[in-house]
């Protein structure tokens, strides 16, 4: 057991979990108003794609705790995720979804 | 079952790591889950612009109100990480709160659903009508199941939490129970990127 105390640390404080929701909320209305602006739509594909990134790794890391505790758990996601978004790539380019008219 | 292994039961299995085993099998499913989202993705992406008859996504998709909703799962989110954090000092006042706020945060998500997905059927759009309609239920509609499961496996920790069943010592089963949730939570980021906002720019 004492290599579980080694290994875990503390979970973050309300009043982290609060401002982390501050800024998803932030990330959330920039996502929408970048999709309104129609100055943004030349760079808005990857504008929602950095936005949407960084609001999934605050939820993993602050709320899902990878931040904190034991590195295994992110290798036991991270695995799986990386081989996901690789299949999916390798899927939408065999079915050629970035050709784009 | 006797002090020791009621203990024993309350603290859980750990692995030779030294790391508790359900939470690790947890991570493990999570783990699976991207798989079968990232094939659902996907397949949304290959086929819902190949339709060869309406209504086609910037005709039916409202942005505003799956605004509304990716921003009430990211508060319910949030009252889930408060309600572990209730448990986990054992305030189980205002952990009964938070776990009611976090179920109540599903219901509304899922009636903003059954709501969409009916305005849908109205405007012609069913499963059988398109491509863009076959992924796209298909996809929301499986995101939806694992929140309807959410809402139940939240709603029974709040029975528990009411019964005095639910203290910090069962800590663990309240942070898988979020694991669970906020998985369900970059899901919708990610389909909410994907489908509601880049989707009708590139069919426009």
Request: proline share 3%; glycine share 6%.
């Amino acid at each position: 057991m004492a290599e579980t105390h080694a290994t875990e640390h503390p979970h973050p404080t309300a009043g982290l979990y609060i401002r982390v929701a501050t800024v998803l909320f932030i990330l959330t209305v920039l996502e929408v108003g970048v999709f309104y602006v129609p100055t943004f739509h030349p760079i808005l594909v990857p504008a929602l794609l950095i936005l949407s990134v960084i609001k999934f790794c605050l939820v993993v890391m602050f709320y899902m705790h990878l931040k904190m505790d034991n590195r295994f758990f992110t290798m036991i996601f991270g695995g799986p995720l990386l081989l996901a978004f690789g299949m999916a790539m390798a899927l939408m380019f065999l079915f050629k979804v970035f050709v784009l008219k | 079952m006797s002090h020791a292994a009621a203990t024993h039961a309350a603290e859980g299995h750990h692995t030779s790591m030294g790391l508790d085993s359900r939470k690790m099998a947890f991570w493990a499913f999570i783990g699976s889950e991207c798989l079968l989202f990232a094939t659902l993705i996907s397949t949304y992406l290959i086929y819902s612009h190949r339709s060869l008859q309406g209504p086609y996504p910037q005709d039916i998709l409202n942005i505003p109100f799956t605004s509304f909703s990716t921003f009430d799962l990211l508060m319910s989110s949030l009252w889930m990480v408060l309600a572990l954090a209730a448990v986990q000092r054992n305030d189980m006042k205002w952990a009964k709160v938070w776990l009611m706020g976090t179920v109540i945060g599903g219901l509304i998500f899922l009636l903003g659903q059954v709501w969409e997905f009916s305005h849908f059927v109205e405007h012609g759009l069913t499963l059988q009508r398109n491509l863009f309609g076959t992924t796209f239920f298909v996809l929301t509609g499986t995101h939806g199941a694992h929140v309807f499961v959410g809402v139940l496996w939240l709603f029974t920790l709040w029975v528990r939490a009411m019964q005095g069943k639910l203290t910090s010592k069962n800590a663990m089963t309240v942070e898988i129970t979020g694991l669970y949730w906020h998985f369900v939570d970059v899901i919708w980021i990610i389909i909410f990127t994907v489908v509601y906002l880049i989707q009708p720019v590139y069919h426009g």
